[in-house]
């Protein structure tokens, strides 16, 4: 059984670039979550996507998007970066029904925006 | 909003000893309260959870308290060791959505 895998590891963007990130959920896991966590700070909820469609989103604005592929995987796509927008994004697969302790979380890709 | 907030953001133990480790939580509809642990360069990884029917519930090494009549949550860990310095949070879940404190960080003095 393989785990959250999440590319790239570390990213250096430029404000105003757009960038993209990717994350391959553990197997049999069809639901996944995106978290924004910035230094010092506990992982803030950007959206979840299950099956394919966006199932609930936090307070983030519509320059974060993200996509779900048919085998689970899925995209954070971020436009017009911003210094602010610097933090650890986290993504976290998991199955309905199965509670927290079935939720997986990666290792996170780190953006530094510059 | 939810807001879940921990007392003291570090917390330094001795090895052998035991942690406790506290958070606060505003939500009162919370049904369902959940404890991570973070090592550098990791994800969040779980630890116990507790639904809001119960006030205590045990782990292996690991307690968790739950006090809905302060909004209170707490983790124990006896017999602490090296390994178990990181970052901890403690997180709420309400709909489908996950809110993390802003986490202790828990270092063992061997």
């Known amino acids: 059984e393989t785990g959250v895998t999440q590319s790239p590891t570390h990213l250096i963007k430029t404000r105003g670039q757009q960038v993209t990130l990717r994350c391959s959920s553990q197997s049999g896991h069809n639901t996944v979550s995106w978290y924004q966590q910035a230094l010092g700070q506990g992982p803030q909820f950007i959206f979840q996507?299950?099956?394919?469609?966006?199932?609930g989103r936090g307070n983030f604005p519509p320059r974060f998007s993200g996509l779900q592929f048919p085998n689970y995987s899925s995209e954070l796509n971020v436009n017009a970066l911003e210094l602010d927008d610097s933090a650890l994004y986290l993504c976290?697969?998991?199955?309905?029904?199965?509670?927290?302790?079935?939720?997986?979380f990666g290792s996170g890709t780190r953006l530094t925006v510059v | 909003g939810e807001s879940v907030g921990l007392h003291l953001p570090t917390l330094s133990v001795q090895e052998g000893d035991n942690s406790i480790i506290n958070c606060a939580y505003s939500?009162?509809?919370?049904?369902?309260f959940i404890w991570y642990k973070q090592e550098s360069g990791k994800g969040p990884q779980f630890i116990i959870d507790i639904r809001s029917n119960m006030d205590k519930r045990q782990g292996q090494r690991v307690t968790v308290l739950l006090n809905k009549t302060v909004k209170h949550l707490s983790l124990q860990i006896a017999a602490t060791q090296p390994g178990d310095s990181a970052v901890y949070f403690c997180a709420e879940i309400s709909g489908n959505q996950f809110y993390f404190g802003t986490g202790t960080s828990l270092t063992v003095i061997p």
């Open positions: 996507y299950y099956r394919e469609e966006e199932n």
């Open positions: 976290a697969s998991s199955w309905p029904g199965q509670g927290a302790g079935g939720y997986t």
């Open positions: 939500n009162s509809a919370s049904d369902y």
